[in-house]
């Protein structure tokens, strides 16, 4: 049996769901919280290219089956334990989860349920930070199931009710970094964090199956007005021209996405160790601009997850 290992890539994208219905996350016989988005997890075969002999074309055949890695979209207001598996994914000591992507009416009754066994996150994508943004935030993870099955006469109960629906905006954000004046910074790229699969299942000669990967957590890329950098100048001025780049000068910081009012935390980003490696003008940036911008990016050794 077969995983897609570029699952993300090759399953269809994330489907929102404009009709009359909901999905709902489902873990060990728990549902979790509303998710926005559903892609893949269904059965797939490799196609297997023979090399060419007389014929001019290449002979073609089917190799092992497998399954589409599941993609889900979700926002604010799941519950806590789904948080914790994702905080945990990003350590290293997540466990693989049973559990079902559930599809209800527009009376919310249950009408499928793609089940999925001893699934893994390996993929999360927290989306961009942008002041003045309206767009609603919405977390992309990807799980790879060990195996699916898409039930279309399921029983069970209907829609859990939930009254923990929460709005978050791009624009409501607030990013810190220790020592760097960051109210000057408008946007924050998106951030996808590549998780490796963890093989779980038996083996005749486990010391031939390599160990996982370790995580390479991606650069920060921050956008911000020259006008009140001095800060992140100096940092950059000395971190990377001086030479003083030892661990002890690397920062931390945090981005957090907030409730329109500002006040409360929904998700929140950590970053650890950070290390600044180049600051230039914005793409596009002219000397008519009013607000002349900088990118500053930076590499970070790891990051933690948490939600509200």
């Given at each position: 049996?077969?995983?897609?290992?570029?699952?993300?890539?090759?399953?269809?994208?994330?489907?929102?769901?404009?009709?009359?219905?909901?999905?709902?996350?489902?873990?060990?016989?728990?549902?979790?919280?509303?998710?926005?988005?559903?892609?893949?997890?269904?059965?797939?075969?490799?196609?297997?290219?023979?090399?060419?002999?007389?014929?001019?074309?290449?002979?073609?055949?089917?190799?092992?089956?497998?399954?589409?890695?599941?993609?889900?979209?979700?926002?604010?207001?799941?519950?806590?334990?789904?948080?914790?598996?994702?905080?945990?994914?990003?350590?290293?000591?997540?466990?693989?989860?049973?559990?079902?992507?559930?599809?209800?009416?527009?009376?919310?009754?249950?009408?499928?349920?793609?089940?999925?066994?001893?699934?893994?996150?390996?993929?999360?994508?927290?989306?961009?930070?942008?002041?003045?943004?309206?767009?609603?935030?919405?977390?992309?993870?990807?799980?790879?199931?060990?195996?699916?099955?898409?039930?279309?006469?399921?029983?069970?109960?209907?829609?859990?009710?939930?009254?923990?629906?929460?709005?978050?905006?791009?624009?409501?954000f607030k990013l810190t970094i220790d020592g760097?004046?960051?109210?000057?910074?408008?946007?924050?790229?998106?951030?996808?964090?590549?998780?490796?699969?963890?093989?779980?299942?038996?083996?005749?000669?486990?010391?031939?199956?390599?160990?996982?990967?370790?995580?390479?957590?991606?650069?920060?890329?921050?956008?911000?007005?020259?006008?009140?950098?001095?800060?992140?100048?100096?940092?950059?001025?000395?971190?990377?021209?001086?030479?003083?780049?030892?661990?002890?000068?690397?920062?931390?910081?945090?981005?957090?996405?907030?409730?329109?009012?500002?006040?409360?935390?929904?998700?929140?980003?950590?970053?650890?160790?950070?290390?600044?490696?180049?600051?230039?003008?914005?793409?596009?940036?002219?000397?008519?601009?009013?607000?002349?911008?900088?990118?500053?990016?930076?590499?970070?050794?790891?990051?933690?997850?948490?939600?509200?």
């Amino acid at each position: 049996m077969a995983w897609s290992g570029s699952g993300l890539l090759a399953a269809p994208p994330v489907v929102r769901s404009y009709s009359p219905s909901h999905f709902a996350l489902e873990l060990d016989g728990v549902q979790v919280g509303l998710v926005t988005g559903v892609g893949g997890g269904l059965p797939f075969a490799n196609v297997i290219k023979s090399p060419p002999g007389e014929e001019f074309f290449f002979k073609k055949q089917l190799g092992f089956p497998g399954y589409r890695d599941i993609r889900l979209e979700f926002g604010p207001g799941m519950e806590k334990s789904f948080y914790s598996w994702i905080a945990q994914a990003l350590q290293g000591t997540a466990t693989p989860m049973n559990g079902a992507v559930l599809s209800f009416n527009f009376n919310g009754a249950l009408v499928s349920r793609l089940e999925f066994t001893r699934a893994q996150i390996t993929e999360l994508t927290i989306p961009a930070a942008d002041a003045g943004g309206k767009e609603q935030v919405r977390i992309l993870i990807g799980l790879t199931p060990e195996q699916t099955s898409l039930n279309r006469s399921p029983t069970g109960p209907g829609l859990k009710s939930t009254s923990k629906t929460k709005n978050a905006l791009s624009g409501n954000f607030k990013l810190t970094i220790d020592g760097v004046n960051t109210t000057r910074v408008s946007k924050v790229e998106a951030l996808t964090i590549k998780l490796p699969f963890k093989n779980q299942g038996e083996c005749f000669r486990c010391e031939d199956i390599p160990a996982p990967s370790p995580i390479d957590f991606p650069n920060v890329f921050m956008t911000l007005s020259q006008t009140g950098a001095e800060s992140i100048e100096q940092w950059f001025q000395s971190f990377v021209i001086s030479g003083e780049n030892d661990e002890s000068k690397e920062k931390s910081g945090e981005l957090t996405f907030l409730t329109p009012d500002l006040q409360t935390p929904l998700f929140t980003v950590k970053f650890n160790h950070l290390g600044i490696f180049e600051l230039a003008p914005a793409i596009g940036a002219s000397s008519t601009d009013s607000i002349q911008r900088l990118v500053a990016s930076m590499y970070c050794e790891w990051m933690e997850f948490s939600g509200q």
